[in-house]
């Protein structure tokens, strides 16, 4: 399975942007997708999973109601919708899958860079 995201930019504060993650290859083996981001100097941490089948999502506390996960099944793609956008959301943002039978994300996209003005 490979992955690849697309849509980062440069936005002002409270600014949006729509992230993109399209999945190719043995799609049918992953069970669902996650978007996480790495700041400079920063861990990587989660922001957002979302599973194929039902849609449900799962989202890290400081997404605080700004940041919405969607797929189209039929795309094998999913979406992160970020609105009222803030610096220090500026990352790379990074999609990544979950194979069927397993807990952890083991197929992982190349990374888009968000970067949010002040």
């Known amino acids: 399975v490979q992955l690849q995201a697309y849509g980062g930019g440069l936005v002002q504060a409270g600014g949006s942007l729509r992230l993109s993650c399209a999945a190719s290859g043995r799609t049918s083996s992953i069970y669902g997708m996650g978007w996480f981001r790495q700041a400079p100097g920063k861990e990587r941490e989660f922001v957002v999973g979302?599973?194929?089948?039902?849609?449900?999502?799962t989202y890290a506390d400081f997404v605080a109601g700004r940041f919405t996960a969607s797929r189209d099944n039929a795309k094998n793609t999913v979406y992160l919708q970020m609105n009222s956008l803030k610096p220090e959301d500026t990352a790379i943002y990074y999609c990544a899958g979950i194979r069927a039978g397993t807990s952890s994300y083991e197929v992982w996209g190349q990374g888009t860079q968000v970067t949010v003005s002040s």
């Open positions: 979302i599973t194929w089948n039902s849609g449900r999502t």
